[in-house]
């Protein structure tokens, strides 16, 4: 396994390389790996033919400094997870001067309107900073493949758009929503909730599937206030939203048209954690 901190060596070390490694594939992770990150390294491994996880917390995409504080780094651990694979699997984990120098932050962006829906209304910039670091990522590693996960599905989509809009060489990978025991979905976050908290939080996952049950039978704002009232009644959790939306514009819709694709987007406070999770509603 090789690790490095520093774009010119990777670089350095890509040069140097067989030129039958043609096709490279990236899994771009913030850290404190878990099993879903796993599944993607795994899928990224079977599909290439040399494979780079980035490790590295993204300070422009935190719109909560105290969040960015308490986001988990655990390098070391991580690295110790990624030894199982072969010498195919490069560790790039770089400092933040690595990636920006000495102007850390984000560049503007226009993802056709994706950016201003939900995670949007909440967190201002989030996307600018997400799209900045992606593109940088891009660029060092000139990656064949990027895999990404869709418990972050919005951000899927504007990764999508921006390799579009850009005509970057890069195919983006969407993988299936890893999730725990009781269906709660794999985040680094999970980790910051109280064991009881994280036994009690299948809740989230459970609300969902009722919702999608629903979804077939009844109307989209009667599914929302269901969702929104079975949160109300437990005091374990706060919803910040429920919105249902079409799946390629990710704008909230009002009606289940059968020549579209829905998926409902949930946002949940738990031990002051913020957790996000989806599901395909058809």
Same mark, same amino acid.
């Given at each position: ?26 899994? @771009? ?11 993607? !390294? ?30 988990? &780094? ?65 660029? !060092?590693?000139? @990656? ?27 195919? !983006?990978?969407? +993988? ?15 980790? &910051? ?51 249902? +939306? ?32 989806? !599901?395909?509603?058809?």
């Amino acid at each position: 396994m090789n690790l490095f901190k520093e774009k010119e060596k990777l670089n350095d070390f890509f040069s140097n390389q067989n030129q039958n490694a043609t096709r490279i594939g990236l899994v @771009p992770t913030m850290g404190a790996l878990h099993e879903g990150h796993i599944s993607l !390294i795994h899928r990224a491994v079977s599909e290439n033919d040399m494979v780079v996880v980035s490790i590295f917390v993204n300070p422009t995409q935190f719109n909560n400094k105290e969040d960015l504080d308490k986001y988990p &780094r655990t390098l070391q651990e991580d690295i110790d997870k990624i030894k199982a694979f072969n010498e195919h699997v490069i560790i790039y984990a770089p400092a933040t001067e690595d990636v920006y120098a000495t102007a850390v932050q984000a560049a503007n962006f226009d993802f056709d309107g994706l950016e201003f829906q939900m995670e949007g209304k909440h967190r201002p910039g989030h996307f600018d900073g997400v799209g900045t670091i992606v593109k940088k990522l891009f660029e !060092i590693v000139k @990656p064949t493949n990027a895999y990404f996960g869709e418990k972050d599905f919005q951000q899927l989509q504007i990764i999508k758009k921006m390799v579009a809009k850009e005509q970057m060489p890069v195919n !983006i990978v969407g +993988c299936p929503i890893l999730r725990e025991a009781n269906g709660l979905a794999m985040s680094s976050r999970n980790e &910051r909730l109280q064991p009881e908290t994280r036994k009690n939080a299948s809740f989230i996952f459970e609300t969902l599937l009722l919702a999608k049950d629903m979804f077939g039978t009844k109307n989209v704002r009667d599914v929302e206030h269901w969702v929104t009232e079975a949160f109300e009644k437990n005091e374990n959790f706060e919803l910040e939203y429920i919105e249902i +939306c079409d799946e390629e514009t990710l704008k909230p819709v009002t009606e289940n048209l059968n020549t579209k694709n829905y998926r409902a987007f949930i946002a949940v406070y738990a031990d002051e954690v913020r957790l996000i999770d989806n !599901i395909a509603l058809n």
